[in-house]
Structures are given as structure tokens and as C-alpha cells.
């Protein structure tokens, strides 16, 4: 079976806030604007798509990239000086988790949706 995600709704109470706030940290860039609505695009085949609302749920988003763009994207939190942490129940301790298979931080955006986001640490024997 082949099956593939691509487009996430991500409620939001400032369309254009989470934008830019997810173009700073992560580099995604719009694609298409209308009224209240923004699709963001993530990667080849995923979107999100931000839609302004009053009243939702704060998701929790889990991501898993390479070493190279964790550390892009921990930068980007430090220079925005934002709270994050090694644990989902300590979000202010500014550390990463670190074991011996991955890298690992959470943080929350301005949306109050918890993001989760994990390196698989690289096997080099030598």
C-alpha cells in the first residue's frame, strides 16, 4: 500500500504570526495566501495548512530530521531566545536529550501546539 500525508490542518489564532514564526525556525516557506489561510510548505510532499479559528485544540507535531537541520533549527530557537527543553514536562530547561540513538527537543509556537523535534544520531564506526 502505497499512502502518503500531505496537507496537516494547523489551527491557528494569527495566520500570518505562525508564518513567520515557522519560516524563522525552520525555514518553511508559504506557497499560497488567501484571506485568513496560508499553506506552508514542509518538505516535497507535506503542507501545512494554517487556518485561523477562534476555538482548537493544541496539537502536538513530531518531526524527525538529520543532524544538520536539528542544529539549524536549535539555532534558530536560541537566537529567537525561545523556551525549550529536553523533556515534554520541563520546556524551560534549554537543554537537548541526548542518548545514544537520537537528539532531542520540545518546544511550543505561538499557538500554544507543542512541537517535538528529533535527530537520529549517525553510526560512524571507525
Not at 501545512?48 to 534558530?76: A, G, M, P, Q, R
Amino acid at each position: 500500500m502505497n499512502i502518503n500525508l500531505v496537507k496537516f490542518i494547523v489551527p491557528c489564532i494569527d495566520s500570518i504570526i505562525a508564518k513567520n514564526f515557522y519560516k524563522r525556525i525552520f525555514g518553511f516557506g508559504s506557497i499560497k495566501e488567501e484571506d485568513k489561510t496560508i499553506i506552508v510548505k514542509i518538505n516535497n510532499t507535506l503542507k501545512f495548512k494554517l487556518e485561523e479559528c477562534e476555538d482548537y485544540i493544541n496539537n502536538h507535531y513530531i518531526f524527525e530530521v538529520d543532524e544538520e537541520y536539528f542544529k539549524f533549527i536549535i539555532s534558530n530557537i536560541k537566537k529567537e531566545k525561545l523556551y525549550f527543553g529536553d523533556d515534554i514536562n520541563n520546556l524551560e530547561n534549554k537543554k537537548i536529550k541526548k542518548t545514544s540513538s537520537k537528539n532531542e527537543i520540545y518546544f511550543i509556537d505561538p499557538n500554544s501546539h507543542l512541537f517535538q523535534i528529533y535527530s537520529k544520531i549517525s553510526f560512524n564506526p571507525q
